[in-house]
């Protein structure tokens, strides 16, 4: 009997956040045979007088101050969903591109080989520190989308409102675009006002995301700089597989220019709005992949995918109960960060 054929993949990395209580023991659950990776970025981190992610996953509590701040999220985010990514079943998918979030777009970088491990536990490690010193300003989250996830003008114009309350008061800008979500960024004068303009929707926006600073906006042209400072272009290479970036770009082994990425990774990828919205509509539009993956930890990135997948009646899909619906059926979304659906991928 020949086997069966392989299913089309693009795997999409999650952003920073998405490591909380719940996932506290996600490298020794799911990861505790890969050693040499994970003591590869222990090294790493001793070397730098940084606390180990192998002692921040095997702590006995969670510690939003510990594991949320920059600095240890963004390792130990690097390594769950890089681990995750190399127990994707080859054999039952092949991967036709990678994406991300934020954080994710360095991750992606690491996972389709434009970053050596050596050089991308780098990356990560010295964006997570210069964030955790030079970061400043913070992230609201609120929706474009009612509670079914289908577009509200009302919500629209609220966010736009918002934006230019805050820039009247300070400074305001559109952080990232989280599929049916706005996350907006400012100085502190720009938050307060946005979230004094924002109306209570849905039981909990807007909401502030603690220890986050005004990431994918000019405020951060400081870190942008020090970053291209102490991280040259040779740290970069050509990818093996196609990526897509936050503009909805896409970079391929043969068309990459690794100056070009480099000044993208840490200029506009920094200082400009990241698309997360677009990165999505170009996986399924240009690859038409049979399913997606998302990586672990956590699976939080999973709604603002679906939200993405609706806008674009991607599927036939037009409401959430769509969505939940199909994924009960038939899972177009696979998150690994769910043991049910981690079952699926490995």
């Known amino acids: ?12 990395f999650p952003g920073r956040g998405t490591y909380g209580k719940d996932e506290l023991g996600y490298l020794a659950r799911h990861h505790s045979d890969k050693t040499e990776f994970i003591h590869g970025i222990d ?16 702590a006995k509590t969670y510690s939003p101050a510990k594991h949320a701040s920059s600095i240890n999220a963004s390792a130990i985010i690097y390594a769950c969903a890089l681990a995750d990514f190399a127990d994707i079943d080859r054999d039952r998918f092949e991967i036709s591109a990678i994406c991300g979030n934020s954080l994710g777009w360095y991750l992606t970088l690491a996972a389709s080989g434009a970053l050596n491990p050596a050089n991308a536990i780098r990356l990560v490690d010295t964006m997570g520190a210069l964030m955790e010193e030079s970061g ?17 003008r009302q919500n629209e114009k609220a966010i736009g409102e918002a934006l230019h309350a805050g820039r009247t008061a300070g400074n305001a800008f559109l952080s990232i675009r989280l599929g049916g979500m706005a996350v907006l960024a400012g ?59 936050g503009r909805g770009a896409i970079w391929t082994r043969n068309a ?22 677009k990165s999505v509509e170009v996986a399924i539009k240009e690859f038409a992949p049979d399913v997606l993956i998302l990586a ?47 079952r699926l991928v490995v």
């Open 187 to 245: 100085d502190q004068a720009g938050m307060a006002a946005m979230e004094k303009s924002l109306p209570k929707t849905q039981g909990r926006y807007p909401f502030r995301l603690a220890r986050h600073a005004a990431f994918h906006t000019p405020l951060l042209a400081p870190v942008s700089d020090t970053a291209l400072e102490q991280l040259g272009p040779e740290l970069f290479a050509a990818p093996t597989m196609p990526i897509i970036d």
């Open 43 to 58: 090294q790493w981190r001793e070397s730098a007088g940084r606390e180990t992610i192998s002692s921040l996953d095997n």
């Open 256 to 277: 990459t220019d690794t100056d070009e990425l480099h000044r993208y990774t840490l200029g506009q990828q920094i200082t400009e709005t990241y698309d997360f919205s």
């Open 1 to 12: 009997m020949s086997p069966a054929p392989k299913q089309s993949a693009v795997v999409i």
């Open 136 to 152: 400043v300003g913070g992230q609201i989250i609120y929706p474009f989308v009612d509670e079914d996830w289908r577009a509200s």
């Open 296 to 342: 672990g930890p956590g699976a939080t990135l999973g709604a603002a995918i679906a939200q993405e997948l609706i806008h674009h009646r991607w599927l036939g899909l037009a409401t959430k109960a769509d969505f939940s619906a199909r994924q009960k059926a038939d899972p177009f979304l696979l998150a690994m960060g769910r043991e049910d659906q981690r």
